[in-house]
């Protein structure tokens, strides 16, 4: 199957600095590509749609500054959380579509973001 | 607007009984697709099945079945004779193909444990 990576799996950053974190689709080339947010014992919670070469779009809630989404190329979404705050600390998790029919997304690992 | 309903927060069951865990969709669309996954507590999401609006075949994998029904908006999962690696946390999802572009809703899990 295809195969989506994230980078780095997990980080530990001080409130307000900024982190950013990788989604690659390895095998594929990914038109679309999605970033969840999963708090503890939660569901995955859509966060932004991003499609290559065009702005990111934002779920309701979602602070598009805070939250920096590009997606430069067919293999490559970055998110970027911005003056981090421990409210943010969360599993970010990305997945990924190619073009076709099915609309299955591959998800990629996840990233635990802690920020202190 | 489409839903995800996952009744059953937590299920605990002895190894080698059969569980099923529920999934109630709610979608205006006639073309969507829904799909399980199983997160173990590493927090990868792990694909296990993808079902289209028109196949109601049900489906067996070893000792995973599903069984779609569009008459009750249904799309529920067995596993027969569990054992305790099927502990993990299993999401439904569901993406409309016309309306929300294709995005995927979740529900909100379900918590599986087998106890030896």
């Known amino acids: 199957g295809a195969v989506v990576s994230q980078h780095p799996s997990w980080v530990i950053c001080k409130s307000g600095t900024s982190v950013k974190i990788e989604c690659r689709s390895l095998?594929?080339?990914?038109?679309?590509m999605f970033w969840y947010r999963q708090f503890p014992k939660q569901s995955l919670m859509l966060m932004a749609t991003s499609n290559e070469g065009s702005k990111a779009t934002y779920e309701q809630g979602v602070e598009k500054d805070k939250f920096l989404i590009n997606h430069a190329s067919l293999t490559l979404s970055t998110l970027t959380v911005t003056s981090a705050h421990p409210e943010d600390s969360s599993f970010y998790i990305c997945?990924?579509?190619?073009?076709?029919?099915?609309?299955?997304?591959?998800f990629g690992p996840g990233t635990r973001l802690t920020v202190l | 607007a489409q839903k995800v309903t996952q009744a059953q927060t937590e299920i605990s069951v002895v190894e080698k009984e059969d569980v099923t865990l529920d999934c109630v969709y709610e979608?205006?669309?006639?073309?969507?697709?829904l799909f399980w996954y199983k997160q173990p507590p590493s927090g990868e999401l792990v694909f296990l099945i993808r079902?289209?609006?028109?196949?109601?075949q049900n489906e067996i994998s070893g000792r995973y079945s599903w069984n779609f029904q569009k008459s009750t908006s249904s799309f529920n999962f067995t596993i027969t004779a569990s054992q305790v690696v099927d502990s993990a946390v299993y999401f439904c999802?569901?993406?409309?193909?016309?309306?929300?572009?294709?995005?995927?809703?979740f529900g909100d899990g379900t918590t599986l444990t087998v106890k030896p």
């Open positions: 997945s990924a579509r190619g073009q076709g029919a099915g609309f299955e997304q591959f």
């Open positions: 079902r289209n609006s028109f196949d109601e």
């Open positions: 979608t205006r669309d006639t073309t969507y697709y």
């Open positions: 095998d594929f080339q990914a038109t679309t």
């Open positions: 999802a569901l993406s409309e193909r016309y309306t929300n572009a294709g995005k995927s809703t």
